[in-house]
């Protein structure tokens, strides 16, 4: 045992007969009444800081979510069934339902693979583009 400890034992009666007054009970009372101590203020203060914390978490992250869930811009993809003649309306209804659901299933793929997606979408382009260019050529067309 160390010096210390002899003595505490040795004079362990001597310790515990002095008491403070009921005046120093008083003034720590008084104290505690009248304002609040620094660990109360600290622990208000870090409330508040966690709180603004959080709610800025929650925004960002909102903000993160709707952007990364924003459906993609469309392009012009297929034909439109406007201008198309009756017999064919359900042979262009048919090719451009595939058309939409393979460009999704490439838009999912884009982040992959962009040289694929960049491919199919010039491909569509010049699709587009020559089906644009046969329905101007079709009204002065004999044999439609």
Do not use: C
């Amino acid at each position: 045992m160390s010096r210390i400890e002899n003595m505490i034992r040795e004079n362990r009666e001597a310790f515990d007969s002095y008491e403070p007054g009921t005046q120093v009970w008083d003034n720590i009372q008084k104290n505690l009444e009248t304002k609040p101590g620094k660990l109360t203020m600290l622990k208000s203060s870090v409330w508040k800081w966690a709180a603004a914390a959080a709610v800025f978490l929650v925004a960002v992250t909102t903000w993160y979510q709707l952007r990364e869930t924003k459906p993609p811009a469309k392009e012009n993809i297929a034909v439109t069934e406007e201008n198309v003649p009756d017999e064919y309306a359900d042979e262009v209804y048919h090719f451009t339902k595939l058309i939409n659901l393979k460009h999704k299933e490439l838009q999912k793929l884009q982040k992959e693979d962009p040289a694929l997606y960049e491919q199919f979408a010039g491909d569509i382009k010049m699709l587009d583009s020559s089906y644009h260019s046969l329905q101007e050529q079709i009204p002065g067309n004999p044999n439609r």
